[in-house]
């Protein structure tokens, strides 16, 4: 059977090793039970609100972001059979469309992302059920230095989408994972965001 990926996108598409923060994070996010509070990383002092707040634009042209994807969808599913492939190719692309743009914003504890028609807000470090493609999965989000660590979990696999952004909070990049037993390799590409001019934060609208 082809996984639902109901997660929606990938990591890299260079195919490099996951850092051991984000190893740390998803080895948590596997044990953690849903509900309980997970410690920050590395123990870091809070991060700058200001630097993770805002709205982002996609650098670069949306043919050269998607042709990045395909890609990287390629590699993922090569070592699958002929019929296989191509279904879960067609799969992959739709779940993992490019957005425009991205707003986020860090307000306290509460941490909330909208990508596209999908908004995502919880409280720091705590599980919480959303609904993610029409499906009901496990989210948890937590902070460390200047990046937004995002987990979604569901019985058919795992998606991790890491916000890293700049010291200057003018540009953010999404390193985005999507893991399944169903997959021979994890679905791995990386995007890249610029900070919008008289950007408004995800909570005014």
Do not use: C, H
């Amino acid at each position: 059977m082809v996984p639902a990926l109901l997660l929606g996108a990938a990591v890299s598409a260079n195919a490099q090793e996951v850092p051991e923060r984000e190893s740390e994070l998803r080895a948590e996010a596997r044990t953690q039970p849903r509900g309980e509070p997970s410690p920050r990383l590395g123990g870091s002092e809070r991060p700058d609100e200001a630097i993770l707040s805002g709205r982002f634009e996609l650098e670069g042209s949306r043919e050269s972001a998607e042709q990045q994807v395909n890609e990287a969808i390629s590699r993922a599913v090569e070592k699958m059979s002929f019929l296989t492939r191509g279904f879960a190719a067609d799969r992959l692309r739709e779940k993992n469309p490019i957005r425009d743009s991205l707003e986020t914003e860090v307000r306290g504890d509460r941490i909330a992302i909208r990508y596209g028609d999908a908004r995502y807000e919880t409280r720091e470090g705590e599980w919480e059920t959303v609904t993610a493609t029409g499906e009901e999965v496990e989210l948890l989000q937590t902070l460390s230095d200047n990046t937004i660590y995002q987990t979604f979990r569901a019985p058919d696999g795992e998606k991790v989408t890491v916000y890293r952004f700049s010291p200057d909070g003018q540009r953010v990049t999404l390193d985005i994972t999507v893991t399944s037993p169903q997959l021979p390799e994890p679905l791995r590409y990386s995007l890249r965001y610029r900070r919008a001019g008289g950007d408004r934060s995800v909570a005014s609208r």
